[in-house]
């Protein structure tokens, strides 16, 4: 049983800031790295930020500027700040574990639970 546990997720009206953490205690040294999923309805998940074991982050364009991906080593946790919120933005949110696939590329392979973000106009 996967254990990665979000929280943090809500509804905000458009234009304010959620920050979402993720307990990883199990997974946070496992992979090639740590990231941050989403799904709409209707649309497919996506990785949205991800932060590789030697720290560096990557954001999808949709979410660059706007949102920060971080962990915290010593608590074992993942976090995920989001500011600037646009409607475009809900979805459930899922915290990611990433394992290098077969073509050697570090992609999201375990995803907790996930925990609901809605941004109204």
């Known amino acids: 049983q996967v254990q990665l546990v979000e929280s943090g997720g809500g509804s905000v009206q458009a234009g304010g800031s959620l920050k979402l953490s993720c307990d990883a205690s199990?997974?946070?040294?496992?992979?090639?790295?740590m990231g941050w999923s989403r799904q709409a309805p209707g649309a497919e998940r996506e990785l949205v930020a991800s932060?590789?074991?030697?720290?560096?982050?990557s954001y999808a364009d949709s979410v660059k500027g706007r949102f920060t991906i971080s962990q915290d080593n010593t608590k074992k946790m993942l976090y995920l700040q989001m500011n600037s919120l646009k409607t475009e933005d809900t979805a459930v949110y899922y915290c990611a574990v990433l394992f290098e696939d077969s073509s050697l590329i570090c992609t999201p392979q375990l995803w907790g639970q996930g925990t609901q973000v809605t941004v109204s106009s």
């Open positions: 199990r997974y946070i040294f496992s992979g090639c790295g």
């Open positions: 932060i590789s074991s030697d720290g560096t982050t």
